[in-house]
């Protein structure tokens, strides 16, 4: 049964990965200088702007790739399947995760990652805001009515 508590643990879990993997594609770019270039066009002409944006096209593709297989294989090292933590199974370790369902959740890590950063600061902060007793905060307005 997915809860509060199982929905934050996924979500730390999942945005911790898609961290890493962020790291190593910045050790890959300190590295590997194509992958921290950024190209420009030598002339306003249609064939070098052309070229540059190819380059950046390769680049940019490059960088996405090395992070989903980091964080591919960073779950699979881990060998913990976010999708179990979510439902709050007695446990998330798998046998084999060197599976394809462990390269979808890197997929998943890499491309969702600013979406599930957002989502973590809501259910945090949802989670002491009822842990502190407090209501939902609600627009408020002072309004008066017709005076006779």
Known sequence: MVTLDSSIAFLVYVTAVSSAAAGVTEAFKSVIPFLATDYEPKEDRWEDQNQAARLMHYKRFCNLLISVVAAGVIFGMLGLDPALILTGAASAYV???????????GIIAVFGSPF????????????????????????????????E
């Open 95 to 105: 046998e084999n995760p060197w599976q394809v369902g462990t390269w979808l959740w």
């Open 116 to 147: 599930f950063a957002s989502v973590l600061k809501i259910l945090e902060g949802l989670k002491q805001s009822v842990n502190n007793g407090n209501p939902p905060n609600r627009p408020r307005q002072k309004v008066s009515g017709p005076r």
